[in-house]
């Protein structure tokens, strides 16, 4: 079952618990199904990978060695970071007049930036 989520791609969060716990970083991508989002410079692991064929697809022609990545984070463990105020806030949910939603800062009501996937 999908979580219904206030952060989107693109916004920036701050980390409330773990090792990384008090970082702010962008985020990547958000995976609804499984609860996660891969935030930019945060929770970095290495991987190491065995060197790819060159005559398969482009992905697995890759080198072999250890690469780091970023390993998504739960969504319990970000909170959205308010661009004007730039403190750590909860997001609202306003109706417009025309009946659209939009996400308002909670702490000074600055309208949060919008998905491209709603327009």
Do not use: F
């Amino acid at each position: 079952m999908a979580v219904k989520t206030n952060i989107i791609k693109g916004d920036t969060v701050l980390v409330r618990r773990g090792k990384e716990k008090g970082k702010r970083g962008t985020v990547k991508a958000v995976n609804a199904l499984s609860g996660t989002a891969t935030v930019e410079g945060i929770n970095v692991v290495k991987r190491h990978t065995k060197q790819g064929t060159k005559a398969g697809n482009m992905a697995s022609a890759q080198t072999g060695g250890i690469i780091e990545k970023e390993s998504p984070l739960p969504l319990s463990a970000l909170q959205y970071v308010c661009e004007k105020c730039k403190a750590p806030t909860r997001l609202r949910r306003t109706r417009t007049a025309d009946g659209d939603l939009h996400r308002v800062c909670a702490r000074c009501g600055e309208p949060a930036r919008e998905s491209a996937k709603g327009a």
